[in-house]
């Protein structure tokens, strides 16, 4: 019989995380979701109640090893192993570098890039004792670059040449290494933004309409299945067209 795979999620409440959630939960996957607010998580227990589905959901930090800590012992312990990371955390203060507070662009690096290493450090030698495993590390195409949110760029814009090193480092150990860059996506950092902002996220998608998580959630469905076992270090971009494409006219 095949051994159930497990996977661990950050951010895993709400948004892409939960579309993630309940994405891996429903293909029959063993799945840990945590996420810092309360109420998110309620609501994440709620949805995947609705979907008939089963996952633990916990509160954590992900700019704290010790929640860190409790959350990949506690995964490890309930189902004894680890297979799956998908860090997806993240925090996006808005501002250019003039109006961007130091507090501001800690934050950006806290939760976008440093809790994707203390959580990476954490979880892999549990992936490595399970034989190999799978990474996904959710970037933007804000780390491109872009207007008025220079600290979120700029951390964004780590988590390629990190992972990338990541899945150089340890390929040898089985564990496979890659990026989801999402596009212009509804979530909880875009679902509020004015009707004329969301019109550009339409004409900037391949599919002319808006990202939904559950788009993201579906590469993220694919990169960690064993179709894409021979996969790793690549950077999928999803839900967008290059800039040169987008410019070039009407479609």
């Keep these: 019989m095949e051994r159930k795979k497990i996977a661990l999620i950050s951010g895993g409440t709400y948004g892409i995380?939960?579309?993630?959630?309940?994405?891996?939960?429903?293909?029959?996957?063993?799945?840990?979701?945590?996420?810092?607010d309360r109420a998110?998580?309620?609501g994440t227990r709620e949805a995947l109640q609705a979907a008939g589905r089963e996952a633990e959901v916990l509160e954590g930090d992900v700019t704290s090893s010790a929640d860190i800590a409790r959350v990949v012992e506690l995964t490890v312990r309930r189902f004894g192993h680890l297979d799956v990371l998908c860090n997806n955390a993240g925090a996006r203060p808005v501002g250019t570098i003039v109006e961007t507070s130091e507090a501001q662009w800690d934050l950006a690096f806290a939760v976008n890039i440093r809790g994707m290493f203390l959580l990476t450090k954490a979880a892999l030698p549990h992936m490595i004792a399970a034989g190999g495993g799978c990474i996904v590390n959710t970037a933007s195409t804000s780390g491109y670059g872009g207007a008025g949110h220079i600290a979120y760029c700029a951390a964004k814009g780590a988590i390629i040449p990190f992972s990338k090193s990541l899945a150089i480092d340890h390929a040898r150990d089985?564990?496979?290494?890659?990026?989801?860059v999402p596009g212009f996506t509804l979530t909880g950092m875009t679902e509020n933004w004015p009707p004329e902002i969301l019109a550009i996220g339409r004409e900037l998608s391949v599919a002319r309409r808006i990202g939904h998580p559950q788009d993201i959630a579906d590469a993220v469905a694919f990169l960690v299945s064993d179709a894409a076992k021979t996969i790793s270090g690549a950077v999928l971009e999803v839900g967008w067209l290059p800039k040169a494409m987008a410019e070039a006219g009407p479609r």
């Excluded at 089985?174 to 989801?180: A, D, W």
Aim: net charge positive; no cysteine; hydrophobic share 55%.
């Design 17 to 36: 995380g939960r579309a993630i959630t309940l994405t891996l939960a429903g293909l029959g996957f063993g799945v840990v979701a945590f996420g810092i």
């Design 40 to 42: 998110q998580g309620e």
């Design 174 to 180: 089985g564990i496979r290494v890659n990026v989801i």
